[in-house]
């Protein structure tokens, strides 16, 4: 029997972990500590490998949202939402300095929509949908580009298979490890060997692939509004302090 609160009872649609309340919210503190170490503390890259958690958690949540949703257009309905409004608080809160140059420089939100389009297409065999979304998030200017599509369909695709899911994500992190660009300065260098911070985000894995279990209860509303609101705090702070 499925004991975890977060999903309706009856036999899992997944293998991987389904205690998704607990997994949004270390990504939205992950989220919170990367934006504010980018904005604040731009010197200290501790900040940006903890946030690295953050996006394939969403990605996760996302997969999982759009395999137990009753109605896939009323989920893509709010992603769109909060898309459109976080995208002022978002310019505001990075690039304050330029708001007409960053008005289609888009938002996390939107890359989760657009991802999460390409995948249902793929999923309903929607083929130019998928290709559609696909080419969107590749040749306009979106968060992560289509990184956040790679790790949907390793999440979908690998929903009874944790194991090989595990060893597809790893790999898509693995140049990180290897081929990071020199003089990055938030690189990690041990012995002189440069690690990409886009490897922390490895740190993920074990929380999707691996079973938890909190019981943890959290308004769904609250992960959406989270968003745009953390956005609003740091351009008030930017504007208060002088940043």
Known sequence: MNTNTNISPGKPLLDTNLDTNFLKLIAIISM????????????????????????????????????????????????????????????????????????????????LFISL??????KEKKWWLFILAFLVIALWNFDYSYTGIILMLIFYLCRRKPVLGACLYALTYLPALFMASPGDPLNLVLGGHNIGFE???????????????????IPKWFFYAFYPAHLGLIALLRYLLGF
């Open 32 to 111: 919170l500590i990367d934006h504010m170490g980018g904005v604040f503390f731009p010197e200290y890259p501790v900040f940006r490998w903890f946030g690295r958690l953050a996006f394939p958690i969403f990605c996760y949540c996302m997969t999982v949202g759009m395999l137990y949703t009753k109605n896939i257009r009323r989920y893509l309905g709010r992603l769109g939402l909060f898309a459109v409004i976080s995208q002022p608080f978002w310019i505001l809160a990075f690039n304050p300095q330029d708001i007409l140059g960053n008005l289609t420089n888009w938002n996390i939100f939107f890359t």
């Open 199 to 217: 490897a922390g985000a490895l740190f993920a894995l074990p929380l999707i692939f691996l079973h938890t279990n909190t019981s943890l209860k």
């Open 117 to 122: 389009l390409s995948v249902w297409g793929f």
